[in-house]
């Protein structure tokens, strides 16, 4: 086991495992690419390993990272496009409905 090597991370990660996670994320990676996204990705998981160790005792849990406050306001109308507006500025349509891509399955998306 290499010297910087944490004993309580699982193996390598194999090439297998690199895809898997692509796919989970509907990424598609080139298979020149799989070794460059295998080291970065077992670098992530060791500084997760890191931070996992720091004495967090005492100290409050975050929801956001600056001290902004979330405004609540009423919901008001407003302005508002027409739908034969709204159906001219979109790039396709069908009768009355704005048509968009499938993004469920295998409807590709981002």
């Not at 991370?9 to 989970?24: N, Q, W």
């Not at 931070?51 to 849990?61: A, H, I, M």
């Not at 406050?69 to 790039?91: C, F, H, S, W």
Request: glycine share 8%; aromatic share 2%; proline share 8%.
């Amino acid at each position: 086991m290499p010297a910087d090597a944490d004993p309580s991370l699982p193996g390598p990660l194999t090439d297998a495992t690199v895809r898997k996670v692509a796919s989970l994320a509907r990424l598609a990676i080139a298979d020149d690419h799989v070794a460059l996204y295998q080291h970065q990705l077992s670098d992530v998981l060791k500084y997760i390993e890191r931070l996992r160790t720091l004495d967090l005792e005492g100290v409050e849990p975050l929801t956001h990272a600056g001290d902004t406050l979330n405004r609540m306001r009423d919901d008001e109308v407003g302005p508002m496009l027409t739908n034969a507006d709204a159906i001219a500025l979109a790039p396709e349509s069908t009768g009355p409905f704005i048509k968009v891509p499938k993004v469920i399955g295998d409807g590709g998306g981002a």
